[in-house]
């Protein structure tokens, strides 16, 4: 099954399209949206450029589409105004797979340049709307050309099924028999396989938005997941083992082939904290400034009884929700034929396992912020200021400079080569400035997160910090007081310490 061409959420707006069955999706966004607002207005304290980049991925249709893009809007209309300053041009780019029904996005949109006018006056923006078909694993658009990008309930969907789990000619033994997902009777060997697919194309998503955002710019998701590192706990994929179950109940009656339920293996993986932190980290181009978990009721909590959708019971609700999203890739495997029968067994089995448990779905939201690699000529420029106070001051008090062992830090996409090409002139103009009398000066690099522990306890005499955490500045320099009563000594008389250490 090629995903990006089978993947869409249902089209049109019948009873069974995305468009009046999505108020899971709905509440999703709603629960992000103070973690969403925090980041766009830290954003917006850094810097508002004249034009605005902001990208929704995996947008889908329906109400949800442009909702949250008028969320980000009204942040920016907000902030510009308290700043008395006209609102930048807004370039909104909406991304989903090609399949997606984005004829029903483009109805809306005279409507919603529409309400901008009414709300906003004719001074606001402008602001251009165009679609973007394509895969977010990959790159969709320009170079540092986005200031925020959002995406809400898509990257749980993988790329493709993971490898080894999909049926072929020379298949003998299926390893996923008699179920479409991950359960608690899966073997390690699938899922490792949905693991490492996830890991793929998480850090495949990551390196594509490290390379299109700009400096400053954030990015905002939410996605299913769980909050423990098992993957077979209900929260996480009991959704699936029920929709397997219906299939396996039609599978008895002659009405489905097993060989098509054993061949069918979701292309779907809802990844705990750890695997979100561990791939952000492993990327390294972003800092995350919050991941926050929510727990969603299988129908969204709907209370709109007066509605179509909210007059049905609990798992009617939950099977059309699940229908709107998963039918184009069920259909496409099983035929049109059985979808209404699956899904009328599907229902009435969550109904009964509703009736007995608590069971909510997990959903993660995290808040990015992308930093821009460091290196170049600042990179050395503060260091050899300070090596030039401490020079100055030892000189002051006639004794000999400390060794001095510098450390650079950075994360682990930082252009280190370029700083290392420089140092031989920097040792050199050392040598020349202070004389063969001086040093010595080591200088290493320490690659990592300066959200956690880098170095030894105790082991650091001058920390320095520029530009790095939410561009302020924060420096520690070498006081007067501090070279008369505890500078290191050279000569090691009185015990006490021969070198000097800085972190930059």
């Given at each position: 099954?090629?995903?990006?061409?089978?993947?869409?959420?249902?089209?049109?707006?019948?009873?069974?399209?995305?468009?009046?069955?999505?108020?899971?999706?709905?509440?999703?966004?709603s629960?992000?949206?103070?973690?969403n607002?925090?980041?766009?207005?830290?954003?917006?304290?850094?810097?508002?450029?004249?034009?605005?980049?902001?990208?929704?991925?995996?947008?889908?249709?329906?109400?949800?589409?442009?909702?949250?893009?008028?969320?980000?809007?009204?942040?920016?209309?907000?902030?510009?105004?308290?700043?008395?300053?006209?609102?930048?041009?807004?370039?909104?780019?909406?991304?989903?797979?090609?399949?997606?029904?984005f004829?029903?996005i483009?109805?809306?949109?005279?409507?919603?340049?529409?309400?901008?006018?009414?709300?906003?006056?004719s001074?606001?923006?402008?602001?251009f709307?165009?679609?973007?078909?394509?895969?977010?694993?990959?790159r969709?658009?320009?170079?540092?050309?986005?200031?925020?990008?959002?995406?809400?309930?898509?990257l749980?969907?993988?790329?493709?099924?993971?490898?080894?789990?999909?049926?072929?000619?020379?298949?003998?033994?299926?390893?996923?028999?008699?179920?479409?997902?991950?359960?608690?009777?899966?073997?390690?060997?699938?899922?490792?396989?949905?693991?490492?697919?996830?890991?793929?194309?998480?850090?495949?998503?990551?390196?594509s938005?490290?390379?299109?955002?700009?400096?400053?710019?954030?990015?905002?998701?939410?996605?299913m997941?769980?909050?423990?590192?098992?993957?077979?706990?209900?929260?996480?994929?009991?959704?699936?083992e029920?929709?397997?179950?219906?299939?396996?109940?039609?599978?008895?009656?002659g009405?489905?082939?097993e060989?098509?339920?054993?061949?069918?293996?979701?292309?779907?993986?809802?990844?705990?904290?750890?695997?979100?932190?561990t791939?952000?980290?492993?990327?390294?181009?972003f800092?995350?400034?919050?991941?926050?978990?929510?727990e969603?009721?299988?129908?969204?909590?709907?209370?709109?009884?007066?509605?179509?959708?909210?007059?049905?019971?609990?798992?009617?609700?939950?099977?059309k929700?699940?229908?709107a999203?998963?039918?184009?890739?069920?259909?496409?495997?099983?035929?049109?034929?059985i979808?209404?029968?699956?899904?009328?067994?599907?229902?009435?089995?969550?109904?009964?396992?509703?009736?007995?448990?608590?069971?909510?779905?997990?959903?993660?939201?995290?808040?990015?912020?992308?930093?821009?690699?460091?290196?170049?000529?600042?990179?050395?420029?503060?260091?050899?200021?300070?090596?030039?106070?401490?020079?100055?001051k030892?000189?002051?008090?006639?004794?000999?400079t400390?060794?001095?062992?510098?450390f650079?830090?950075?994360?682990?996409?930082?252009?280190?080569?370029?700083?290392?090409?420089?140092?031989?002139?920097?040792?050199?103009?050392?040598?020349?400035?202070?004389?063969?009398?001086?040093?010595?000066?080591?200088?290493?690099?320490?690659?990592?997160?300066?959200?956690?522990?880098?170095?030894?306890?105790?082991?650091?005499?001058?920390?320095?910090?520029?530009?790095?955490?939410?561009?302020?500045?924060?420096?520690?320099?070498?006081?007067?007081?501090?070279?008369?009563?505890?500078?290191?000594?050279?000569?090691?008389?009185?015990?006490?310490?021969?070198?000097?250490?800085?972190?930059?």
């Amino acid at each position: 099954m090629e995903v990006m061409q089978v993947l869409h959420m249902n089209k049109g707006d019948d009873e069974n399209s995305y468009a009046k069955n999505s108020k899971v999706q709905s509440k999703i966004i709603s629960l992000g949206k103070r973690i969403n607002g925090e980041a766009i207005m830290q954003m917006l304290c850094t810097n508002i450029p004249d034009i605005m980049g902001i990208a929704d991925l995996g947008c889908s249709s329906g109400p949800n589409s442009l909702s949250l893009i008028s969320e980000i809007i009204d942040m920016i209309y907000a902030k510009c105004r308290d700043l008395g300053r006209p609102t930048p041009e807004l370039k909104v780019f909406l991304n989903d797979l090609p399949c997606n029904d984005f004829n029903s996005i483009f109805g809306s949109l005279p409507a919603f340049y529409d309400d901008l006018r009414k709300e906003k006056g004719s001074e606001f923006g402008p602001c251009f709307v165009s679609a973007t078909p394509g895969s977010f694993y990959g790159r969709l658009f320009p170079s540092r050309s986005l200031h925020c990008v959002h995406s809400s309930s898509s990257l749980h969907w993988l790329s493709q099924v993971p490898p080894g789990l999909e049926s072929s000619a020379r298949t003998t033994t299926t390893m996923n028999k008699g179920k479409i997902y991950i359960s608690k009777s899966s073997s390690h060997g699938v899922l490792e396989a949905y693991s490492l697919q996830f890991q793929t194309d998480f850090s495949s998503f990551l390196k594509s938005r490290s390379k299109e955002i700009a400096a400053g710019g954030c990015m905002l998701l939410s996605l299913m997941g769980r909050r423990s590192t098992n993957p077979t706990t209900d929260d996480s994929c009991y959704h699936w083992e029920l929709l397997a179950q219906a299939l396996m109940s039609m599978v008895t009656e002659g009405l489905v082939e097993e060989e098509k339920v054993d061949s069918f293996n979701a292309p779907y993986y809802g990844p705990c904290v750890e695997e979100i932190k561990t791939e952000i980290e492993k990327e390294g181009s972003f800092i995350l400034s919050r991941l926050e978990t929510f727990e969603i009721e299988w129908d969204g909590g709907v209370d709109d009884a007066g509605t179509t959708f909210g007059a049905q019971s609990r798992g009617q609700r939950v099977a059309k929700t699940i229908r709107a999203v998963v039918e184009s890739m069920l259909e496409f495997h099983f035929g049109k034929d059985i979808m209404d029968e699956l899904f009328k067994r599907y229902g009435e089995m969550v109904e009964d396992y509703l009736s007995k448990t608590g069971t909510k779905y997990t959903n993660l939201v995290v808040s990015l912020t992308w930093v821009a690699p460091r290196s170049g000529p600042n990179s050395l420029s503060l260091i050899s200021e300070i090596i030039d106070m401490i020079y100055a001051k030892c000189r002051d008090l006639g004794r000999p400079t400390p060794e001095l062992k510098v450390f650079l830090n950075d994360l682990p996409c930082n252009d280190f080569n370029s700083i290392f090409g420089s140092l031989p002139a920097f040792y050199d103009e050392l040598r020349k400035e202070k004389g063969s009398e001086f040093g010595p000066c080591f200088v290493s690099a320490t690659p990592g997160s300066f959200y956690g522990r880098l170095f030894p306890s105790r082991s650091m005499h001058c920390v320095h910090s520029s530009s790095s955490s939410t561009g302020s500045c924060i420096s520690i320099f070498i006081y007067e007081e501090h070279f008369k009563v505890s500078t290191p000594n050279r000569g090691g008389d009185g015990g006490e310490e021969n070198n000097f250490i800085i972190l930059f």
